[in-house]
């Protein structure tokens, strides 16, 4: 079973809040990644880590940004909320360099801004 | 830029009906990943499918991957309520050992009992 924790669960926050989404693995995995899904559609990704101090951007373009000052850990941090970043927002990892990579992801942060 | 398509977007079954999502890429790939997400939940991997022509079950699901790696399918059989949610299939990049999926769409499977 995978060991990747996301909080909190929910957010309901106002317009211009900064909020940080946490997300947490215990596996010691390299790599992690943190997508965005809207209801009942694809995963976008925002934003991958190959390892400490390693942040990329990803797919689409997102005004949140990430760090990666410890392997077990990635937050994603919004420094001013807007209802238009109301999405559910999944972290994953996975092991570097492994030819079956596969991603577990956690249970996600669903962001509502009101 | 590389893209993951899926077909169809939508299917709603009998329970005891056979079920089949299709998959398909603009690129070749050197790999192809199918992950399932339940209704409010999170994408949970199913399986892996790395060579050319490959077939693999798991149980009632039937997973291949074509022979020019460029598509796949995932086909279940006599659905049941349990099989309710999103199938997704996912390849990598093409180029570089940077190692990041492409999303398909998904088909979201309901199932009447």
């Known amino acids: 079973e995978a060991d990747i924790y996301q909080t909190p669960r929910y957010l309901v926050i106002g317009t211009g809040k900064k909020i940080t989404l946490e997300c947490s693995q215990t596996?010691?995995?390299?790599?992690m990644y943190w997508y965005q899904q809207d209801p009942g559609m694809e995963l976008h990704l925002i934003h991958y880590?190959?390892?400490?101090?390693?942040?990329e951007k990803g797919d689409l373009s997102s005004e949140s940004t990430v760090s990666r000052i410890r392997t077990e850990h990635f937050p994603l941090t919004l420094e001013s909320a807007r209802p238009s970043h109301t999405s559910q927002y999944l972290c994953?990892?996975?092991?570097?360099?492994?030819?079956?990579?596969?991603?577990?992801f956690g249970s996600g942060t669903q962001l509502s801004v009101l | 830029g590389q893209q993951v398509m899926q077909i169809p977007q939508y299917q709603h079954v009998q329970e005891g009906e056979d079920f089949t999502t299709y998959c398909n890429s603009s690129?070749?790939?050197?790999?192809i990943q199918w992950y399932k997400q339940r209704p409010g939940g999170h994408p949970v991997f199913l399986i892996q499918?790395?060579?050319?022509?490959e077939v693999k079950k798991q149980k009632r699901l039937t997973f291949q991957f074509g022979e020019a790696k460029k598509n796949s399918s995932l086909h279940i059989t006599a659905t049941q309520t349990t099989d309710v949610g999103t199938y997704f299939c996912?390849?990598?990049?093409?180029?570089?050992?940077?190692?990041?999926?492409?999303f398909g769409k998904g088909t979201l499977l309901t199932v009447n009992p």
């Open positions: 596996m010691g995995h390299d790599k």
């Open positions: 880590s190959y390892g400490v101090n390693s942040t």
């Open positions: 996912a390849g990598p990049r093409s180029g570089g050992s940077n190692y990041k999926l492409t």
């Open positions: 690129t070749t790939l050197s790999n």
């Open positions: 499918l790395v060579k050319s022509g």
């Open positions: 994953a990892s996975s092991e570097l360099g492994r030819l079956n990579e596969k991603l577990f």
